[in-house]
């Protein structure tokens, strides 16, 4: 595959920023290429020399030790961010999927074994971080840094809902992108649009779909309509991809310094390479089931089988026919929080059309008011809708084991998308 300058300039960029992708997809692929026995003994090696501490603040050495360590919840986690040193140079937050939001502190090796990793799962499909990526996410952060960062990552964002929908795909695609990248359900919007509108373009290598799950039969309307294989990522901000799709369709374990495991259906997770925070039995809110295939094309044999709980809801609706992505709604009360510099956890429930209830864990500083009038202006400026937001303050007793953050209960109407 011949690249431009651009893809360079990129992987200038990060090595510039002290991000050594390269090096540790170089590692990666190694590791892969043992054999499972030595794949273990790597493993407990590295775990032995680095020994993280559980909930309990007990070292574990191997990893026979992280099967009897206890879980660590996200509540405990983000408790002991709240006195740890300022170690690490990139910071993360998470975009509160599951109603909790948490900051994540890396160093800049922890980045680069994130990155490396992407990129290994990336050059199944024979693209690279660097190549042009069309990002299908909620609309584009205007502003200067946002920008830059777009720039020199080599990346366009679209939001295809909207007036100027068609009109952003159309141009996105015509920038001819090497691999489509985003929400599964803005993704399938695209893919309705190009198909609607007979949109011409460049196929890409590849369409990658995150943060929402996807059904077999909408991946195969999107492989139909962009021309090109789709693959299913897994991952959380806490640890970036966990599991990706390889071609024959498993969602192989990807990371060599996590063991993810199935405990009593919740998935739990472990990272022996974080050195700006203690990561064992961490509980990512997620359930799933774990299994071994023979297949080899990626990653571990272990694969995600059975996923759920990462599914949001996706769309408001404010009239059977006027609707807007949910995570509009996690956008805004995520910068409500850090504009007030107070974190709550959150639930959202649509029972009727044109109003969101919202149940937060504790009434806020400033008063349930003043949250209500922020979400409704906010949501107004990002999508051009009213709506109408009920505050509460306590847990909905009927959503208490939901683990998405926006809970759909309107009979969706039907529409010529394909969203079924």
Known sequence: ???????????????????????????????????????????????????????????????????????????????????????????????????????????????????????????????????????????????????????FLNRKVCFPVGEDACKSVAKILSWKPDYLYGYASLLLEAAVLVEKYNIKFTPPRCVVCTAETIMPAQKEYLAMVFNAPVAEEYGATEFDILAFECRNGHRHLVNPWLLVRDHHGTLLVTDISRRSANLVNYEIGDSGTIEVSECALLGSAEYLSVLEGRSIHRFVYVTPETRFHSVDLAYAINEYQRLEREIFSFRLIQAEYGEVDIYVSAEPLAGCAALKDYIERKICGRTGNNIVINIYVGVNPEQQAEKSYFVQKIQQPAREVALT
């Not at 002290?18 to 054999?35: D, P």
């Not at 032995?48 to 070292?59: E, F, Q, S, Y």
């Not at 890396?106 to 990002?135: I, K, P, Q, T």
């Open 1 to 151: 595959m011949m690249r431009g300058p651009r893809y360079y300039f990129t992987r200038l960029f990060y090595i510039i920023a002290g991000l050594r992708i390269t090096k540790w997809r170089k590692h990666i692929v190694e590791f892969w290429n043992l054999e499972r026995e030595e794949q273990v003994r790597a493993f407990d090696d590295f775990l032995l020399t680095h020994k993280p501490l559980n909930a309990d603040g007990v070292p574990i050495s191997a990893s026979g030790d992280v099967y009897t360590s206890p879980v660590l919840t996200k509540s405990a986690y983000r408790e002991s961010e709240l006195t740890a040193s300022a170690s690490g140079t990139f910071n993360r937050k998470t975009s509160g999927t599951t109603g909790e939001p948490t900051k994540i502190t890396l160093r800049r090796e922890e980045l680069s074994r994130m990155l490396g990793v992407r990129d290994y799962c990336f050059s199944h499909y024979g693209v690279s971080l660097g190549d042009r990526e069309a990002r299908f996410w909620a609309r584009a952060d205007g502003g200067v840094k946002s920008r830059l960062k777009n720039f």
